[in-house]
């Protein structure tokens, strides 16, 4: 490649050109979490700031979520055989251990010309997906259209009689996917900013089932097979000091990095947290409830949140031509994740 091609390249827009999302019929509503919890329903809504949430059956899985959401693209947006690449970025909690979905959702979209690989940071991926995606696109020519697919079942590993996994009640279920293209006309992708503090990294984990405790009677008697929190207490008095300000670190630096400040920020795209933090994250950069979108009907859903959350601001009439919009996620381990948006077009 010379040198006029790759800046022919990189002058080329870059960016998410459609969105879909998949939610099984199952729904939990606050009502019936108070029933499984003991947790009084309006502490669910008001505190939790979760009025339901989608759940799935056993014979819908991770990848059977993502081919639900992606399929809304295929055929109607693009056809499949025009997908370069489709990444998955969804939840670690599949159909099976030590196995890649990405293969057969590739199948099941009939991309014939595709190559599929999974990225997982839990759930602060999708920030994390736009920027790789981008840079696929930036780095090679061939490439043209990646394909971005996430499903979440982790209401399933939730123990509902477990205290220490309180804050993970809203889990639930549902499939994302976003198309990224060369020569988008709906968005533009601008640069992000990742930041990770491995000091967490044992903090929440599902303790059986890997190599350290493989699965056994004991395992299944003991309930190892959910997510799990070892010392609640200890983790939130190192956490809460450093969350919001390095939520506000990667949405500062990812705008800077894109030459925007605070300023331009029209519309956050977070993940799903308790309400208390969703408010004190906007009032730390300076918006305003509306200028979010929170997912108090869904819940959340690994990384599929923001993704989730750019499909609803659309279908909701939130977007217009120049907003400058942020996802920003994190994911225990733990690592904090923003990645700027410039919306090209009036939403549908």
């Avoid at 339901?52 to 993502?66: E, G, I, N, Y």
Wanted: charged share 20%; with cysteine; net charge negative.
């Amino acid at each position: 490649m010379n040198h006029l091609e790759a800046n022919t390249i990189q002058e080329q827009t870059i960016g998410v050109e459609a969105t879909s999302v998949f939610f099984p019929e199952g729904v939990e509503t606050a009502e019936c979490l108070a029933e499984k919890t003991g947790i009084p329903t309006q502490v669910i809504i008001e505190k939790f700031g979760l009025y339901q949430k989608h759940v799935a059956d056993d014979t819908l899985h991770a990848s059977d979520l993502a081919v639900l959401a992606a399929q809304q693209l295929t055929g109607s947006v693009i056809d499949p055989s025009e997908i370069d690449v489709i990444i998955y970025f969804g939840s670690p909690h599949k159909d099976y251990y030590v196995w890649s979905s990405a293969p057969k959702i590739t199948y099941e979209l009939k991309a014939t010309n595709a190559y599929g690989f999974e990225m997982m940071n839990v759930s602060s991926c999708f920030p994390i997906a736009l920027k790789v995606a981008k840079d696929m696109l930036t780095a090679d020519a061939s490439i043209e259209n990646i394909l971005l697919v996430a499903g979440c079942k982790e209401s399933q590993i939730v123990d509902y009689d477990n205290p220490r996994s309180r804050f993970m009640f809203n889990f639930a279920d549902g499939g994302t996917a976003a198309l990224v293209k060369r020569g988008a006309t709906k968005s533009r992708i601008l640069h992000s900013c990742v930041i990770t503090d491995g000091s967490f990294h044992d903090d929440v984990r599902v303790p059986a089932g890997g190599s350290r405790h493989q699965p056994s009677h004991e395992t299944v008697e003991n309930r190892l097979h959910y997510i799990d929190v070892p010392n609640p207490s200890d983790m939130k008095e190192r956490l809460d000091p450093i969350s919001i300000p390095n939520f506000v670190h990667v949405v500062e630096q990812a705008l800077a990095k894109s030459n925007r400040s605070l300023r331009d920020l029209k519309l956050l795209l977070p993940l799903h947290t308790k309400r208390s933090m969703f408010l004190e994250l906007l009032e730390r950069l300076q918006l305003s409830e509306e200028q979010a979108v929170y997912l108090d009907h869904y819940g959340h859903l690994s990384a599929l949140d923001p993704c989730i959350g750019l499909h609803v601001a659309q279908q909701e009439g939130r977007l217009s031509p120049g907003d400058i919009v942020v996802a920003v996620s994190a994911g225990t381990g733990y690592t904090w994740a923003a990645t700027v948006l410039e919306w090209l077009a009036e939403s549908q």
